[in-house]
């Protein structure tokens, strides 16, 4: 999945995209924050062995996708209903993670779903103390610092990853962004609680599986059994000596669990 393809969804709005178009389900892929659609390296090619349909892309203002000038979880969502209507998807699997899974509710909420894959996120409280500070200074020239390998190096050692070839690919492909783009889609995030703020009973027959990690700083066990509890039909898998990135850290586990998950649905 290393080119992709580009389209151009609307006026002044181009994403980069990986499709491939298999049997069902269909597997769509929605990254976090700071993150590109490489984040699911290991689950799409999993999910093209299977045989299934799956698409990942750049969230507006990530990897090779065009920015917006104003950004919203509701106009992510509408960009992702008009890229499912461009290849013919009707009733997908989203495949989530930390920031994509506010995303991912929201859409979920007013179309057909056939399922959500939760990973290392949820719909509040994700934001540490030190993250909205930390992000401002980045937006600010923060930023700049990290066109120095010496700098990656240093904040990759912070993260706290156990460290193999998958997340070695993770953070090569991945690495802290220095555009400001990144931060600025950042602060749709800050203080979101979707729970809170909308009417989700229409979520909870949605089949969902929650993924949480032992080590992660951001997504808690306790948050993701919190997260399972708003769904009538969910499971909630908890790897301890995982972190946030835990596709590319335990991606067998990862793999393993969302097919077995996905044969229960109907």
């Known amino acids: 999945m290393d080119e992709g393809i580009t389209i151009q969804l609307r006026k002044g709005l181009e994403l980069t995209v990986n499709h491939h178009p298999g049997g069902a389900p269909s597997l769509v892929y929605l990254h976090g924050g700071l993150g590109n659609r490489l984040n699911w390296r290991s689950q799409f090619a999993f999910a093209v062995d299977q045989g299934w349909e799956a698409l990942a892309y750049d969230l507006a203002g990530h990897g090779g996708s065009s920015p917006y000038r104003r950004y919203s979880i509701g106009r992510h969502c509408r960009d992702l209903t008009r890229l499912l209507d461009?290849?013919?998807i009707k009733r997908p699997v989203l495949?989530?993670?930390?920031?994509?899974?506010?995303?991912?509710?929201?859409w979920a909420q007013r179309h057909p779903t056939r399922g959500l894959i939760l990973i290392a996120g949820g719909t509040h409280d994700l934001d540490?103390?030190?993250e909205i500070p930390l992000m401002t200074a980045m937006?600010?020239?923060?930023?700049h610092l990290f066109r120095f390998d010496t700098m990656q190096r240093w904040a990759q050692a912070l993260m706290g990853t156990q460290r193999n070839p998958g997340v070695e690919q993770f953070l090569a492909e991945s690495p802290i962004p220095t555009d400001e783009h990144y931060y600025r889609a950042l602060t749709i995030f800050w203080g979101y609680n979707f729970f809170a703020r909308s009417d989700a009973t229409s979520l909870r027959p949605i089949p969902a599986l929650v993924i949480s990690g032992g080590r992660d700083p951001c997504?808690?066990?306790?948050?993701?059994?919190?997260?399972?509890?708003h769904f009538d039909r969910a499971e909630h898998l908890h790897l301890p000596e995982?972190?946030?990135l835990l596709m590319a850290e335990d991606p067998a586990a990862v793999n393993r669990a969302m097919a077995r998950w996905i044969r229960t649905l109907a």
Request: include cysteine; hydrophobic fraction near 40%.
């Open 128 to 130: 540490p103390w030190w």
């Open 219 to 229: 997504f808690s066990e306790a948050m993701g059994e919190q997260l399972a509890s």
């Open 86 to 88: 461009r290849f013919g």
């Open 95 to 106: 495949c989530c993670h930390s920031y994509g899974v506010p995303i991912g509710l929201e």
């Open 139 to 143: 937006a600010w020239g923060g930023r």
């Open 242 to 244: 995982a972190s946030h």
